[in-house]
């Protein structure tokens, strides 16, 4: 289970909340643009979202994709 977060204009990433950890962010990038990926800040920001949102995060990907 992934979501897509996005930068417009500079990248998308693919979190996959499911491994991510109280010290690791588990992404990869879709696509970049004009800068070289989430900075280090905007890491730390998206894992607090998914650590504090994984259960929120896990009943909303199996609503919607695995119907």
Same mark, same amino acid.
């Given at each position: 289970?992934? !979501?897509?977060? #996005?930068? @417009? $204009?500079?990248?998308?990433?693919?979190?996959?909340?499911?491994?991510?950890?109280?010290?690791?962010?588990?992404?990869?990038?879709? !696509?970049?643009? #004009?800068? @070289? $990926?989430?900075?280090?800040?905007?890491?730390?920001?998206?894992?607090?979202?998914?650590?504090?949102?994984?259960?929120?995060?896990?009943?909303?990907?199996?609503?919607?994709?695995?119907?």
């Amino acid at each position: 289970p992934h !979501f897509h977060a #996005r930068k @417009p $204009g500079a990248w998308e990433t693919r979190v996959f909340f499911r491994s991510c950890t109280a010290r690791q962010l588990d992404f990869d990038i879709k !696509f970049l643009l #004009r800068e @070289p $990926g989430p900075t280090n800040k905007e890491r730390k920001a998206l894992l607090a979202l998914v650590l504090a949102h994984r259960s929120e995060l896990y009943a909303e990907w199996e609503a919607k994709v695995c119907r």
